[in-house]
């Protein structure tokens, strides 16, 4: 992107410049007052074309290159008061995996088992324990053996107030909350709807008799009209008494009076901006694809959602919180948005130019961070312990590049800075290398008790561990693998085998990083944008000081890129995973050479990565019923390995993007020809299934399936084909040109750089008629 790195085509009329000073000198040397002057003129006709072709060019190439420190007396937006120690009661090593705690793990990601429902007194004793923070008396399975006592800690930063001074006062926060924002989904009973829908006898009683397949179905249902929580708390302490055996119809026929259904507060919309036929879709050459990028645009219509004003008016019966505009939800069981998810869902709609739509989406982001500091994992208030991958920033400069609308961006600025300094204050984590601490991020949630959503899940699993501290860290460490979005992958199991030894806290993971890395660029972007020169600096100055730390950090040479950070063991996890290209996506590193990123491709190939029938699986772990591991593969990981690879200046990773981009495309394309309906993860082995595994079924819609297929499409619109045959010829231009050029606003593609090989012998010949200019000149 023009904001992070010179496209070739900046770099060759940069050397064209260089080229032109170069004739200046040696005109000098020769002392031809003559030729001086025709060299001068020179010179300037070849700054004027460079410069003129773009004007904001010169100014971005300047603002690339690395700036002076700052100067005493200012400080760094990075900058934190020295980390303290955070407390990791009773941390232990790995659990000793037992036939029975195995098929205990396994049962509940979707395995077969022969293990019995818990039996009711068994269930209301376990609940009253959990509820009541006690170690759990009655176990699922058999109990492993004793765990070795380990001591770890992990150092984290305190709060800081923000430089920019963003944070509205908290009890202003809370006034708008109705209930302690930072008593949300922990183990103490906070005021308000929380203690319905995030912890509590209720809730455990709920989940553990079994009384809905899904978790999150009781989570979701609202309160009824004319009750309150105290109220039906009350009934439910009256009704089932603590240490009373609770029978489930009776408990069933409790909910039923006091709950609507699930969905109930939501409605389907319209969506005014929604048409049969987006022009951008005529680039698109393969008649089938074409067609199905408008039934994919179809399915827009049918994912839209507003919230009944009623949970504006009375928020305390409600787990949904609320947002002023319409949104596209995922799908399925997902009927709230999501945070990382729209970033994809963005894409799509930009494709399919519903410019109003996403500036909508946008703005109940903003009012999320207005209200809360931060972008919760889901619009539910069970979602407010943990975000998810920080990527509003990214999402509004997708939307600034087509609309250019300054004014939306000036709006919108000052939540984007106080959203990363929540990262800052909540989620950094020293990291010495060496003699060298770096400051770095972690996907690391303070929510000590069951996932409300999974409560049974995390519950059942945790009542393998002896002690109540082990069980308060294994819902912290799930509960940070639902923030990084991989709920559940080895790549967070001490193990590499089981969810028993998942330890998310102990890592420094690559992809935060990247994503923080690419917001630190883009904010600096922004202020450009605004004129805000100070700022723009700053920024700037943390970037490529935030990409040394990234470098030294994850980068591995022996292992030919970057891999995760791990603080207990000190050293990297090489296993193969798609955040390994996630940097060249967020464009947090120097210059590679050709053989660098040569050399990441050739280790992707070696692990085995590259040469599956569907696109890039998540892991390589066939072990597992995790959904984040092998044989599954995501839209938004292939999309950011597609892009990253495309983005690299590198012939042969542009080609493997070319070719990843197909197979994914194709994949999609012919489930959905079996199944009629797009899914959230694809089998990438088979190339003729949905993916599966985790807790739930796998959900059909969906959000950013949809948006990864349509900017597929049209980045590669003339070159991808639903069969082997190439595509026919069509009067749409290229990607190559598309890439090339400055489009208009209103064109969706106008965040392409040019990254296409076509780049490379365009440098060259400017270079040519450099040398060709320079002596017909000297003649």
Not at 428 to 455: C, L, W
Request: net charge negative.
């Amino acid at each position: 992107m023009r904001v992070k790195t010179l496209t070739p085509f900046e770099e060759g009329s940069f050397l064209v410049y260089i080229s032109s000073v170069f004739i200046i000198i040696r005109s000098l040397i020769r002392s031809s007052r003559l030729l001086t002057m025709r060299s001068v003129a020179l010179y300037l006709v070849v700054l004027a074309a460079c410069v003129g072709a773009n004007p904001r060019r010169l100014r971005r190439e300047e603002a690339i290159v690395p700036l002076e420190p700052a100067k005493s007396g200012s400080s760094s937006l990075l900058e934190l008061p020295e980390p303290g120690p955070i407390e990791e009661s009773e941390l232990v090593g790995e659990v000793p995996v037992t036939s029975k705690s195995s098929e205990t793990a396994d049962s509940l990601r979707g395995t077969p088992s022969t293990k019995e429902e818990l039996p009711a007194a068994a269930a209301s004793q376990l609940a009253d324990d959990i509820a009541t923070d006690t170690a759990a008396a009655v176990r699922l399975s058999t109990k492993p053996k004793q765990e070795s006592a380990e001591e770890a800690t992990t150092r984290t930063s305190s709060s800081t107030s923000s430089i920019f001074e963003v944070f509205p006062e908290q009890d202003t926060v809370e006034a708008r909350l109705h209930f302690s924002f930072h008593n949300v989904c922990d183990e103490s009973n906070a005021p308000g709807r929380s203690k319905i829908y995030c912890s509590g006898r209720l809730l455990a009683s709920v989940n553990l008799h079994h009384i809905f397949p899904d978790s999150k179905t009781f989570v979701d249902r609202p309160i009824k009209v004319n009750q309150t929580e105290d109220e039906i708390l009350a009934d439910f302490e009256s009704r089932f008494p603590p240490s009373s055996e609770i029978d489930p119809d009776q408990l069933r026929a409790f909910v039923e009076q006091h709950f609507e259904p699930e969905g109930h507060e939501l409605e389907k919309c319209e969506v005014p901006d929604w048409q049969p036929s987006p022009p951008a879709f005529d680039r698109i050459a393969d008649a089938q694809m074409r067609e199905f990028a408008h039934k994919l645009n179809d399915i827009w219509k049918e994912l839209c959602r507003k919230i009944s004003p009623m949970v504006r008016d009375e928020p305390e019966r409600f787990s949904l919180l609320h947002v002023p505009n319409n949104f596209i939800a995922p799908g399925g069981r997902f009927r709230e948005f999501y945070y990382w998810d729209t970033y994809w869902i963005v894409k799509g709609l930009l494709a399919s130019g519903m410019y109003e739509t996403t500036r909508g989406m946008l703005e109940n982001f903003g009012s999320i961070v207005e209200r809360f500091g931060f972008i919760p994992n889901g619009g539910r208030v069970y979602y407010l312990k943990r975000s998810q991958p920080p990527l509003l920033t990214a999402m509004v400069y997708e939307y600034y590049e087509v609309t250019r609308n300054r004014t939306f961006l000036a709006e919108m600025l000052p939540l984007l800075e106080k959203e990363f300094d929540f990262w800052r204050e909540n989620r950094s984590v020293s990291v010495d290398i060496g003699s060298v601490s770096h400051k770095m991020f972690q996907y690391r949630t303070p929510a000590n008790v069951p996932r409300p959503e999974s409560y049974r899940e995390d519950a059942s699993i945790a009542s393998n561990f002896p002690s109540k501290g082990r069980q308060q860290q294994f819902y912290k460490d799930v509960g940070s693998a639902a923030e990084s979005g991989w709920d559940f992958s080895t790549r967070w199991f001490a193990d590499h085998k089981t969810l028993l030894n998942i330890r998310t806290t102990q890592v420094v993971p690559v992809d935060l990083n990247a994503f923080l890395c690419y917001n630190l660029n883009l904010m600096s972007f922004f202020h450009g944008e605004l004129g805000n020169t100070n700022k723009e600096r700053a920024w700037l100055n943390d970037f490529n000081s935030f990409k040394v730390s990234f470098r030294d950090v994850f980068y591995k040479p022996e292992g030919k890129g970057w891999y995760d950070y791990n603080l207990q063991e000190r050293q990297h996890n090489t296993d193969f995973f798609p955040s390994i290209a996630i940097p060249l996506f967020t464009g947090c590193y120097d210059e590679l050479s050709l053989t660098q990123s040569g050399d990441l491709l050739d280790r992707m190939a070696e692990m085995g990565a590259l040469n599956l029938t569907g696109g890039i699986p998540t892991s390589l772990a066939s072990h597992t019923q995790e959904q984040w591991d092998y044989p599954n593969g995501w839209s938004p990981l292939n999309h950011m390995v597609i892009e990253g690879m495309r983005k690299s200046g590198n012939p042969r990773l542009q080609q493997e993007a070319f070719k990843l981009a197909q197979r994914w495309v194709r994949s999609n394309l012919h489930v959905y020809n079996l199944d009629h309906a797009m899914w959230e993860k694809y089998n990438v082995v088979t190339n003729e299934a949905r993916g599966g595994g985790g807790e739930y079924e796998v959900q059909a819609g969906f959000g950013w399936s949809n948006g990864v297929v349509l900017d597929l499409m049209l980045t590669y619109g003339d070159r991808l084909t639903a069969g082997d045959e190439p595509a026919a010829p069509s009067a749409a231009p290229s990607s190559a040109a598309l890439e090339a050029t400055t489009p208009a606003p209103s064109t969706p593609r106008s965040t392409r750089p040019n990254t296409s090989s076509a780049s490379l012998s365009s440098t060259v010949s400017l270079l040519l008629v450099a040398t060709v200019v320079a002596s017909i000149a000297n003649w």
